[in-house]
């Protein structure tokens, strides 16, 4: 993996999990405000700071899938993470798993360890 192709992975992993909390906090917020509290609207607040972190989660995954080369399926997969509640977590999760499997690879092809499959 080069440089490039892991700095796009960091960003997106960076992103994510903010992404994930703001759409947890914004769609809590307004629950609350038509059930509970009418007076309490946190839209204005909440919902362009999500705005953002939601565009700059797709444009970070857009670049990662374009440098990783990833099937259609797995590109659509984290882009979809962006859309369920909490999915930026998962989505965290699971390229935290690829980061540390790749340098787990890394380390064995340095060392010339043969993988058995």
């Keep these: ?8 992975l960091r960003r997106l992993r960076l992103v994510s999990v903010p992404e994930g909390i703001s759409w947890i906090l914004l769609a809590a917020c307004t629950v609350i ?3 509970v ?11 362009p700071i ?7 989660y797709v444009i970070f995954c857009l670049d990662a899938w374009n ?3 990833w099937n259609a ?3 659509a997969l984290y ?11 998962m989505a965290e999760r699971k390229l935290r798993r690829e980061a540390e499997n790749a340098v787990i690879a890394s380390r064995a092809r340095r060392e010339g360890v043969v993988e058995t499959s």
């Design 67 to 69: 440098r990783t080369k």
């Design 1 to 8: 993996m080069d440089l490039k192709t892991a700095s796009a």
């Design 33 to 35: 405000k038509y059930t």
């Design 37 to 47: 509290a009418e007076g309490f609207d946190v839209a204005p607040v909440l919902g």
């Design 50 to 56: 999500h705005g953002v972190l939601f565009i700059l």
């Design 79 to 89: 882009l979809a993470y962006s859309i369920i509640p909490g999915g930026g977590f």
């Design 73 to 75: 399926g797995t590109g």
